[in-house]
């Protein structure tokens, strides 16, 4: 009898990776779902991964979370962190998941805050591959979200003495924290568009985002948060992280992943929240 879950460390480049896969339950499996987390994180994303695993096997899907290098039981140093090097991470993952389920399903992603970067950038080159991409206070702009911050965390470091750090030693140090973000993370932000890519993206994406964010900037998610017409949006009035009403979202996220094509529009009240209608598929 196979266990419910498993981990697992496998090579990513010239890193180790640690990832858990839980196992469906029932036959056959209906998809792969990866859960993706976000920076200064971890695979278990505040214990909202490991619920939303849970909650997915028991509908029949394979889910695989996994820590980028730098973060959690992963090898590597926060300095060294880079979206080239978390986008190899997240198609290494993506391959561990196949070979552990002994076969190629269809792909369901689901990314937390800075996890929405290389999603993005996979599912825009892999859409023969991804069935749905769900973002969780999705970064999709990295002037608002760090170099000229316009929420309250990112002003914390990315300012004048974040900045000097940056001169002087190479990197950029999150306060109360042992994460920094290094020179080479940073000279990404200035290339790459996460929210120019979404864009392009004609597969269903949720987007869920709390309006009182004071990490990630709310208003990128409302303007560029439904690229097509297959696509839904969820507001939360919450901070970072759905802190408080982590089981609803949950919830949505579940409900929303196993709906199928064709299923009517969905009226949907988040507690304390105005009716929201999700365009749905």
């Not at 792909?107 to 929405?116: D, N, R």
């Amino acid at each position: 009898m196979k266990k419910s879950s498993e981990k697992v460390s496998y090579q990513s480049g010239t890193v180790q990776l640690s990832g858990v896969l839980h196992r469906h339950e029932g036959k056959p499996p209906v998809a792969t779902v990866i859960l993706v987390h976000g920076i200064i994180n971890n695979k278990d994303e505040d214990g909202n991964f490991v619920a939303l695993a849970e909650g997915l096997s028991k509908k029949g899907y394979e889910v695989f979370r996994f820590d980028f290098r730098g973060h959690g039981e992963s090898e590597g140093r926060s300095e060294d962190v880079t979206i080239a090097g978390e986008l190899q991470d997240l198609r290494t993952s993506i391959e561990k998941a196949d070979k552990l389920s002994g076969t190629k399903l269809p792909l369901i992603i689901v990314a937390s805050s800075f996890g929405a970067v290389t999603s993005i950038l996979y599912t825009a080159s892999n859409a023969q591959r991804v069935a749905k991409l769900v973002l969780w206070n999705p970064v999709l702009d990295f002037r608002k979200t760090f170099l000229e911050a316009e929420t309250p965390w990112g002003k914390t470091f990315f300012n004048a003495d974040g900045y000097a750090e940056l001169r002087a030693k190479g990197y950029i140090t999150v306060p109360q924290t042992n994460f920094r973000f290094g020179r080479a993370l940073i000279a990404e932000f200035d290339q790459i568009k996460p929210y120019r890519v979404l864009q392009d993206i004609k597969l269903p994406v949720l987007t869920v985002h709390g309006t009182e964010d004071t990490a990630v900037p709310y208003s990128v998610s409302k303007e560029y948060g439904t690229p097509n017409a297959l696509s839904a949006f969820i507001t939360h009035r919450c901070d970072h992280s759905f802190v408080g009403i982590e089981p609803i979202v949950i919830r949505e996220t579940i409900d929303w992943i196993t709906r199928r094509t064709g299923d009517k529009r969905l009226a949907v009240r988040s507690q304390g929240v105005a009716e929201r209608i999700l365009n749905e598929f």
